[in-house]
């Protein structure tokens, strides 16, 4: 009796640290250009690192600061780095904004080029099978026009390489020793 009795306490402790960690990793973002809230946590794209999660989550933390991408909270215990808002014009990880977003397109070009972006994101990075790690990134962002004339802000949507840059320094950072600490 009494062994059944630590057993299902254990279970419900166990149930109630996932409803906990799941609550805490449920980010929603307003965005202008968009109607609605926008759940970061359903629109992660999953990549496998060879590497610690711990160790990870620093290395993600640095590629983050390397492409001057602000951190707003930075959660090594439950595996998160967010920010619910940044923003950027014309350039974003050296690069030109129509690169990593995409808001639509006037007789200019691409709307992400030209106005005003405010980005929001999320990285979460958890334990694998095998001890290593895997990192889900979750971007999007919204546009306003700052010419002048009234347009309707746009919503932008992530072209994935500004994610596919962010796993790769990941990578670089957790295989080689020397850049580990820049």
């Known amino acids: 009796m ?7 306490a254990i279970a419900v402790l166990a149930l ?9 990793r449920r980010l929603n973002v ?4 968009y109607d609605y809230t926008v759940m970061l946590d359903t629109l992660l794209a999953w990549s496998d690192v060879l590497a610690a999660p711990g160790e990870t989550w620093s290395a993600v933390k640095r590629s983050l ?4 991408i602000p951190v707003v909270t930075a959660d090594s215990a439950h595996g998160v780095l967010f920010t619910p808002g940044f ?3 014309r350039k974003l990880a050296n690069h030109a904004m129509s690169w990593s977003m995409r808001c639509g397109q006037g007789i200019t070009g691409d709307y992400a080029d030209s106005w005003k972006l405010t980005i929001a994101y999320a990285v979460f990075v958890d334990p694998s ?15 306003e026009n700052v010419d002048g004339s009234y ?3 746009a919503p ?3 072209t994935g390489l500004l994610e596919q840059e962010i796993v790769k320094r990941t990578q670089l950072r957790t295989l080689n020793p020397l850049r580990r600490h820049q």
């Open 156 to 158: 932008c949507n992530s």
């Open 2 to 8: 009494i062994r059944r009795n630590v057993i299902l």
């Open 87 to 89: 923003v950027a014009r």
């Open 30 to 33: 307003m965005l202008k250009g």
């Open 129 to 143: 099978e095998d001890g290593r790690s895997k990192v889900g990134i979750a971007m999007v962002g919204g546009a």
């Open 151 to 153: 347009k309707q802000p």
């Open 16 to 24: 109630a640290s996932a409803r906990d960690a799941g609550a805490q």
């Open 65 to 68: 600061d390397s492409l001057n």
